[in-house]
């Protein structure tokens, strides 16, 4: 299984990316997808979570700002980020628990390889 991040770039602040995260492979089904970040000198921390049945948590700095959303059928993670700060730059990386096909299912942990995010003032 792999985790494919996308839609990371240089953004001036107020501005809007919206970041996509495709997993592939021998797929069961997925249960939680995230979105983590971590700035430069700081510890990764959880941005958003959505469940499988599209439940979603946010850090709380952030609601209101950015928006986590999944398509089921594509296997697929999005991140809508609006009103970008300076303070938002860092790397994103997405993450899923995965029940992987096999002949006998297990969940996994898989982590996307991150994408960049970079806000100027």
């Known amino acids: 299984v792999q985790l494919q991040a996308s839609g990371g770039g240089l953004v001036q602040a107020g501005g809007s990316l919206r970041l996509s995260c495709a997993a592939s492979g021998s797929i069961f089904s997925i249960n939680d997808m995230d979105w983590y970040r971590q700035a430069p000198g700081k510890q990764r921390e959880l941005v958003a979570r959505i469940t499988s049945g599209g439940s979603t948590t946010y850090a709380d700095s952030l609601k209101g700002r950015f928006t986590i959303s999944r398509d089921n059928a594509k296997n697929t993670v999005y991140l809508q980020m609006n009103s970008l700060k300076p303070e938002d730059t860092a790397v994103y990386y997405c993450?899923?628990?995965?029940?992987?096909?096999?002949?006998?299912?297990?969940?996994?942990?898989?982590w996307g390889q991150g994408t960049l995010v970079t806000v100027s003032s």
């Open positions: 993450h899923a628990e995965v029940i992987v096909r096999s002949i006998v299912p297990s969940t996994r942990s898989f």
